[in-house]
């Protein structure tokens, strides 16, 4: 009788873990199903990446975009002083002639 319980244990034990063996093989497979990509599902990450890129160059561009206006508003700033410079010495001229032609004919007489 003792014997006939135990190989009875026996056979239910194997029973016992081939449905956990095959719950293993089905979690294993739907794991490995849910990594599997449809064509469908690469155009929408590839849309995703697109999306993220142009958003991250934008980011990035932008610091680099607004450093080129500061050094362009210099660069006007500067053009500016530099024609403004320009007059005051052509009118400095000017009046080195006059002063000069005046200096000249005050030798004179």
């Given at each position: 009788?003792?014997?006939?319980?135990?190989?009875?244990?026996?056979?239910?034990?194997?029973?016992?873990?081939?449905?956990?063996?095959?719950?293993?093989?089905?979690?294993?497979?739907?794991?490995?199903?849910?990594?599997?990509?449809?064509?469908?599902?690469?155009?929408?990450?590839?849309?995703i990446m697109k999306e993220t890129?142009?958003?991250?160059?934008?980011?990035?561009?932008?610091?680099?975009?607004?450093?080129?206006?500061?050094?362009?508003?210099?660069?006007?700033?500067?053009?500016?002083?530099?024609?403004?410079?320009?007059?005051?010495?052509?009118?400095?001229?000017?009046?080195?002639?006059?002063?000069?032609?005046?200096n000249e004919s005050s030798k004179?007489?």
């Amino acid at each position: 009788m003792t014997e006939f319980v135990t190989t009875k244990q026996n056979e239910t034990q194997p029973n016992r873990s081939e449905p956990s063996s095959i719950e293993k093989l089905l979690d294993e497979i739907g794991s490995k199903l849910s990594n599997v990509l449809t064509k469908s599902d690469t155009d929408i990450i590839r849309n995703i990446m697109k999306e993220t890129l142009v958003e991250l160059k934008e980011k990035l561009l932008a610091s680099v975009v607004k450093q080129i206006e500061i050094i362009e508003s210099n660069m006007f700033d500067q053009a500016k002083e530099l024609a403004s410079l320009k007059e005051k010495v052509i009118e400095q001229n000017k009046k080195i002639k006059t002063l000069k032609k005046c200096n000249e004919s005050s030798k004179q007489t």
